[in-house]
């Protein structure tokens, strides 16, 4: 099974990103052809979506986060209103990469994550620093759509 990445963790601060979704399938010979939707790289950070084996994978890739499950805000910003939601994050290995969650349908942040104008993520990590994320998510319904076909 192909190995999931899900998150993202940025050296800065706070990073405004204008998310414009590209889509992918992959094939790397090894799984069955897979698709990804992921937005473009802005100071090392991309956030992606992921289906595997039915679930939706939703996590964000950048540089180093120090803690194994940091806390995870996100706020879906739907016809101006905040809507927010909290996960236990996963990082990776490398430390570069928070899975948010891996069942974006079963978090009940869908409908919101479809609608959202943006999307702020918020890294709240214990023993480092705390950084914030924010993207514009226009077309986020249509990388969904992309993903879950």
Known sequence: MKKIVVLLS?????????????????????????RIAYTKEVNG????????????????QGSYTCEEYP???VICVVNGENRKYSFSGITSDDKKIVFI??????????????????????????YCDTFTFSFNMSKSSSAYTFINN
């Open 71 to 73: 806390f995870v805000e």
């Open 45 to 60: 950070a991309i956030l992606k979506l992921e289906n595997v084996d039915g679930d939706i994978y939703f996590y964000l």
């Open 101 to 126: 969650t891996d069942d974006l349908e079963g978090s009940g942040m869908l409908n919101d994550f479809k609608n959202a104008t943006t999307l702020k993520l918020r890294i709240n990590e214990t």
């Open 10 to 34: 940025f050296v800065s601060c706070s990073l405004s990103a204008f998310s414009q979704w590209t889509y992918e399938t992959v094939n790397n010979g090894f799984d069955d052809p897979y």
